[in-house]
């Protein structure tokens, strides 16, 4: 039994599967989020999603602690 979506056998990728969830999850989410910048994303492992966000973040931010 699949976990997530892309694991399934219809060949759906992890790209289609956030383009879905960005279809049908925004439009749930942004009456919750009024006034908030949010991104969806989709699963992933927890030292591997907590990695992507970290740097992420760095990469946004556009001022350095002296």
């Not at 289609?16 to 908030?36: D, F, H």
């Amino acid at each position: 039994m699949p976990l997530f979506r892309w694991n399934e056998s219809d060949r759906s990728t992890r790209e289609t599967a956030l383009r879905e969830w960005v279809k049908q999850g925004s439009p749930c989410l942004e009456p919750q989020l009024t006034g908030c910048a949010f991104q969806l994303l989709i699963a992933d492992a927890y030292h591997a999603a907590c990695r992507n966000a970290d740097s992420r973040s760095i990469a946004r931010r556009d001022w350095r602690i002296p």
